[in-house]
């Protein structure tokens, strides 16, 4: 299959859902591991994981004087961990139930000498079930789980585009296990009013944490459509927001989720689903930036600035 709709797979979520909930709490495992051994920085970014050629990474993780990763692969469908001081070991990914998933990773990384301290309690979700009591959550159906993440590609890709027009501060494109979403997030620079929290089992000081500055955030969910969103908010949201026209056709404003959806059936069903994502990515961000006196021209700017540039020795740049 070539051409601008190659690569965007159909996946309804109702289709995967028992998949979709016994992963959340997987990827809550991994993610609390990542968490426990990695420095604060700021807005948790040293807790998300990564899309990766494979699946899910991630990334590398410090231990001691060494460090270790763990990937979710969905095509040969194993949990790789990687040490640097003890070799590999993998689990595969097949139907098991939350319980046994964390039993098995933690002998994984018993194996390797890694230490798991962690909260063993998933956040963001209600009721909170235990890893170690959670016998319900034991589906896994591979095909879906590559599907997933060749959703995942695509949003990655397109939202990492979108990230390169801004030289103010930006956010990775990260994987929050605690939503189970897709997010890359831009910052005005100027601080944010406390958040008020109230988000399932899980601590208030957390969301301050995560919205201390004024932010415009944009990603893909595996739901607010019959195959998941592209979402977009801000916070705080400036006064008229929910209001302004933003694009494409299929784009809307949710008073239930109060952020700006795109359903990603629309945006595959498109002539072009790059263009269209784009343009909502952009419309949605004008509409904080502009509401909200950003001061766009000290954050904006064109990622190819320099591509009329050629290296003709090292460290030699010709502008022509």
């Known amino acids: 299959m070539t051409g601008p709709t190659a690569g965007w ?10 998949t979709r909930e016994t992963l959340h709490m997987w990827t809550q495992i991994v993610g609390k591991i990542r968490m426990a051994h990695a420095p604060l920085l700021n807005h948790w970014w040293q807790v998300p994981l990564y899309v990766s050629p494979r699946g899910l990474t991630t990334s590398s993780i410090p231990y ?3 460090a270790f990763a763990i990937e979710f692969d969905f095509v ?12 590999t070991e993998s689990l595969p990914l097949e139907p098991m139930s939350v319980a046994q998933f964390y039993a098995r990773l933690l002998d994984v990384l018993g194996r390797l000498g890694v230490e798991a301290p962690i909260r063993p309690v998933p956040t963001e979700v209600d009721p909170a079930v235990p890893f170690a009591e959670d016998h319900q959550h034991a589906s896994y ?15 990655d890709r397109v939202l990492g585009e979108f990230r390169s027009h801004f030289v103010g501060k930006v956010s990775p494109v990260h994987f929050f296990w605690g939503s189970f979403d897709l997010a890359c ?24 944490e995560g919205y201390s500055r004024e932010l415009s955030s944009c990603g893909f969910w595996p739901g607010g459509g019959d195959e998941g969103a592209f979402y977009s908010y801000a916070y705080p949201a400036p006064d008229g927001f929910a209001d302004r026209p933003v694009g494409p056709d299929g784009a809307f404003f949710s008073p239930e989720f109060q952020q700006f959806l795109f359903p990603y059936e629309a945006a595959r069903a498109a002539a072009d689903p790059d263009r269209a994502v784009a343009e909502f990515l952009r419309t949605t961000y004008e509409a904080a930036a502009d509401l909200g006196r950003w001061d766009r021209a000290a954050l904006e700017d064109d990622p190819l600035r320099w591509h009329r540039s050629t290296v003709d020795a090292p460290g030699h740049v010709r502008v022509e």
């Open 141 to 155: 159906d591979a095909e879906a789980a590559t599907l997933f993440w060749r959703q995942l590609l695509q949003a």
């Open 9 to 18: 797979p159909t996946l309804r979520v109702a289709d995967w859902t028992p």
């Open 64 to 66: 001691g004087t060494g």
């Open 76 to 87: 040969e469908h194993r949990l790789e961990v990687r040490s640097s001081d003890a070799g």
């Open 185 to 208: 997030t831009r910052f005005s620079g100027r601080p944010a009013p406390p958040h008020p929290g109230g988000v399932p089992n899980c601590g208030d000081w957390v969301m301050v």
